[in-house]
């Protein structure tokens, strides 16, 4: 039975005012999986009405009242595994591995969010005026626009509402068309059960044409006084020309064009499987996904022999089915766009090693291309599926001028068992993360999470996601009377 959703606004379960309904498909069968309230801009003027009256409340609430919510949330999400693993392969063709591992990352970034409600927030600053003290304080926005993807639909969920949430702000989130119940609903079911008042976290969603509409209204609110978009860079950087355009601060965590190093010092059948889950979890669909693997020459042919074979055994098809590795896109059409890279490459020169071929419905071969000339759209362009390039490289210096040869930045990894020759190569490329003898794919919600170039700015994790949901304010207290010119 097709599951039906509203509207979440000031703790309550609301149609559209319009009355309108969007469908919510399964990318495996084609079929919907759920109906949910489509949204217009009268919606988004509702639920930040909401947001905006529950405020003061939220924000005044005890710290470690609002630290018990999250750890509660934290449990009940973990309790709620096989439920969100259910929801995820229904809604967006996740495996049932990635489901649980979205759920434990999850899980811990809620934690890691009830941790910073009780850290130490602010400074004691030194005083120019004698008998005064200086403080430098933090405190909520106020209403936090949050717009959450499809992909890792509850990590990227929950990051998108932990930190304002915890900071003391109340949230209006516009979920993906794709996932609108994973990313959003689901999400916020789990923070009601565990108390979050009603208005704190409302949630809107929307039919796919009304997206633009509904992104733009949300922004231009003038209560909402902070944004933050996960997403591909096209729309992030409208999402971002919106909150400029209204002097409103935005985290922005884009797509990347990621790069998986191996160097000559590598342990090759460690290299061969890292760079297999760094390129092929969840069919390639995250953000730091490795798009190119760049081997040093004198292991490439051994690599590629190696790598090949492995990418070519690995089960693909149903998400229900638990040995699945590469499940559906997230529609035909993400398929499709995926053969069309591999057919323009081909057509310029490419050579496919594995893989290739025409799609079956959103699920899309595991495929391997070496000799991608810089004239194919795949070069440059993000794959986002489950597809890699390889290329190789003689010097350090190479390496590192073909993977900072993007206009993205977003992660690295880089295979070695030299741990000193890797920081040398680390510190020259231009990511906002790399990781040293791993692959790119990496998430910890204590950590600074976020990219540079079009991969975006500012940090989601730890203190860093704090500090991007709250004003700094400085404060002078005079504990004697100041003497003045007249």
């Not at 509402?161 to 949230?171: F, I, M, Q, S």
């Not at 795949?378 to 010097?395: K, N, R, S």
């Not at 991007?468 to 100041?482: D, G």
Request: aromatic share 6%.
């Amino acid at each position: 039975m097709t599951i039906s959703r509203e509207l979440l606004i000031g703790g309550k379960s609301v149609p559209a005012r319009s009355g309108r309904t969007t469908a919510d498909l399964n990318p495996y069968t084609g079929q919907p999986y759920a109906t949910v309230a489509a949204a217009g801009p009268e919606d988004v003027t509702l639920a930040v009405d909401a947001a905006q009256a529950a405020f003061d409340d939220w924000a005044a609430l005890s710290p470690f009242a609002r630290r018990a919510i999250f750890l509660k949330a934290a449990d009940l999400l973990q309790e709620r595994g096989e439920q969100a693993a259910a929801l995820m392969a229904g809604e967006v063709g996740g495996t049932r591995p990635w489901a649980l591992f979205n759920v434990g990352l999850a899980a811990n970034m809620l934690r890691e969010a009830a941790a910073a409600i009780t850290a130490p927030r602010g400074d004691v600053l030194t005083a120019q005026e004698e008998g005064a003290l200086g403080l430098a304080v933090r405190e909520p926005v106020g209403v936090v626009a949050a717009f959450s993807p499809w992909n890792a639909p509850l990590i990227l969920g929950v990051r998108s509402v932990a930190a304002a949430l915890a900071a003391g702000n109340t949230v209006v989130m516009k979920p993906s068309e794709d996932a609108p119940i994973a990313c959003g609903l689901f999400v916020a079911d789990v923070l009601a059960e565990a108390g979050l008042p009603g208005g704190v976290l409302n949630v809107v969603t929307n039919d796919p044409a009304d997206a633009a509409q509904i992104a733009e209204t949300l922004i231009a609110d003038p209560r909402v006084r902070a944004v933050n978009f996960t997403g591909s860079t096209e729309v992030g950087r409208i999402i971002g020309t919106h909150a400029a355009r209204h002097l409103k601060p935005a985290m922005l965590e884009l797509g990347g064009k990621n790069a998986i190093i191996v160097l000559d010092d590598a342990d090759l059948d460690y290299a061969v499987d890292a760079a297999t889950f760094g390129v092929f979890m969840n069919a390639g669909q995250i953000c730091m996904s490795g798009d190119r693997i760049l081997v040093h020459e004198s292991l490439a042919e051994e690599f590629t022999a190696r790598f090949a074979a492995k990418v070519a055994a690995l089960p693909a098809g149903d998400p229900a089915e638990p040995t699945t590795v590469i499940g559906p896109l997230v529609s035909a059409t993400a398929a499709r766009r995926v053969a069309a890279l591999v057919s323009d490459a081909v057509a310029k020169g490419a050579t496919v090693v594995t893989g290739g071929g025409e799609p079956s419905g959103a699920v899309h071969p595991a495929t391997v291309l070496t000799g991608v000339p810089a004239d194919a759209d795949l070069y440059y362009g993000e794959g986002f599926g489950p597809i890699c390039v390889i290329d190789t490289f003689a010097t350090d210096e190479e390496a590192v001028a073909k993977a900072n040869d993007t206009d993205h930045g977003l992660t690295a990894g880089i295979i070695t068992e030299n741990g000193t020759h890797g920081l040398r190569v680390a510190r020259r490329l231009q990511t906002g993360i790399v990781h040293i003898n791993d692959q790119s794919v990496a998430d910890e919600p204590q950590a600074p999470f976020g990219g540079f170039k079009s991969s975006g700015y500012g940090r989601f994790g730890g203190r860093w996601g704090i500090e991007a949901f709250t004003n700094t304010r400085w404060i002078t207290l005079a504990t004697q009377h100041a003497h003045y010119p007249f």
